[in-house]
């Protein structure tokens, strides 16, 4: 097993769990989806992921929380045939190297299979995490097949705060499509509160936002994205959601470094999309 001095794995419920602990910070990440549940760097102490209290850890159902990967679409797929945000957050992770450096854990997963239904592209995608003093996270996707193609995603990061009407985003310009009226079109509120169900496509690269919570203030830096998306479910579609509990929403938000857009990636070239959060 390719595993450092810093790194095991542990097994909840189902799902086997790589966890990292080094001087500068911790970490879990799910091999089930190749998904991050835990980040906290040790120079506050402070978790910047939010885990649903309910999440099925089934090893069959995503994950509710955390850093879902979604991949090779965002959303509902175009022909609304296969499940949303596609096949790579429900299935099982390899891990392909880890090494410890001088900024921290770094490890690279892969999932089982690239290929699903609902995606023609021939593709090699990999996940880097560097577990550091911030966590940075690198979804790249290369090209193998002959021809180009064209795919979407998301850093679906579940951040946690102490309480939403406290919260205040600060980094986002321009108009957003609200996925809760029809995909209208609406300008971006300053100051940006949330006080109602949110479900954003915010078509800004922003490289930077911060989500302030009172007085302690989260970074997002992104890049490689077309979209930022803001979701929170808000209290009815939390009580409706099985793998949440009814109050949850309260000490949640998503922000999300996502492609909506269709990025096009010629024959043999890699796309990487990047999410920093310190
Ligand atoms: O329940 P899921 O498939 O994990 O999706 C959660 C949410 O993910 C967000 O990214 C979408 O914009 C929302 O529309 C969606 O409800």
Same mark, same amino acid.
């Given at each position: 097993m390719l595993l450092t001095d810093s790194t095991s794995i542990i097994t909840r419920e189902n799902i086997q769990i790589l966890v990292i602990d080094n001087k500068l910070a911790s970490a879990e990440i799910s091999l089930f989806g190749g998904h991050i549940l835990s980040f906290i760097p040790k120079h506050d102490n402070r978790q910047r992921l939010w885990v649903s209290q309910n999440a099925?850890?089934?090893?069959?159902?995503?994950?509710?929380?955390?850093?879902?990967i979604c991949w090779p679409w965002f959303g509902d797929h175009k022909d609304n #045939?296969?499940?949303?945000?596609?096949?790579?957050?429900?299935? #099982?992770?390899?891990?392909i190297s880890s090494a410890e450096t001088p900024l921290g854990t770094q490890v690279v997963l892969q999932p089982t299979s690239s290929s699903g239904a609902g995606f023609d592209g021939d593709t090699q995608l990999s996940l880097s995490i560097m577990v550091g003093k911030d966590l940075n996270i690198k979804l790249s996707t290369k090209n193998v097949g002959e021809t180009s193609l064209r795919y979407n995603c998301a850093l679906h990061t579940y951040f946690a705060i102490h309480d939403i009407h406290n919260c205040e985003l600060t980094g986002l310009e321009g108009n957003y499509l609200d996925k809760t009226q029809n995909f209208d079109s609406f300008e971006t509120p300053v100051p940006y509160k949330i006080g109602q169900e949110t479900d954003r496509v915010h078509l800004h690269k922003a490289p930077n936002i911060l989500i302030k919570d009172k007085d302690i203030n989260t970074q997002v830096q992104s890049s490689g994205h077309d979209s930022i998306i803001v979701w929170n479910p808000? #209290?009815?579609?939390?009580?409706?959601?099985?793998?949440?509990?009814?109050?949850?929403?309260?000490?949640?938000?998503?922000?999300?470094?996502?492609?909506?857009?269709?990025?096009?990636?010629?024959?043999?070239?890699?796309?990487v999309l990047e999410q920093v959060i310190s």
């Open positions: 099925v850890l089934n090893g069959k159902k995503a994950i509710r929380g955390g850093i879902p #045939q296969f499940s949303a945000h596609g096949y790579v957050r429900d299935q #099982q992770w390899q891990i808000w #209290q009815d579609k939390s009580i409706s959601m099985g793998d949440m509990a009814d109050d949850s929403y309260l000490t949640m938000i998503c922000v999300e470094t996502a492609i909506t857009q269709g990025q096009n990636v010629a024959a043999g070239e890699t796309h």
